[in-house]
């Protein structure tokens, strides 16, 4: 009767710690993106499913390929979107993430308050 007791026991102990070492070994695997833009010229860099966030940013730079660009929006399981509006030149840049491209989305286009403006970029992690 003892030993059967020290199985259950055992068991539970097991069951309980087998979902938190599951947990840490999941949110370790995330997968990172970022976009980058030179603001005068509309050129830009994007990169999605990165190991870390250091590594999505530098190759988004590398991507966007001026050294006058700059990473705009980083996101990790997620997606992230450049808004632009033409008309306000180099000021005329929304980065916005979400949960989904059409979340980000929406939010980037919120931000930009008015019609006339386009998305220039988007990336999703898978």
Sequence with gaps: MGARLLALLLSAVLACLAPSALAKVAAKKGAHG????QRETGQFGYVYDAATTRAAKVEALKQCAD???EVVVSFSNACGVLARQPARGPKGYFPATGATRQEAETKALRLCRTNDCEIAAWACTK
């Design 34 to 37: 970022a976009i980058a833009v």
């Design 67 to 69: 050294p006058r660009c």
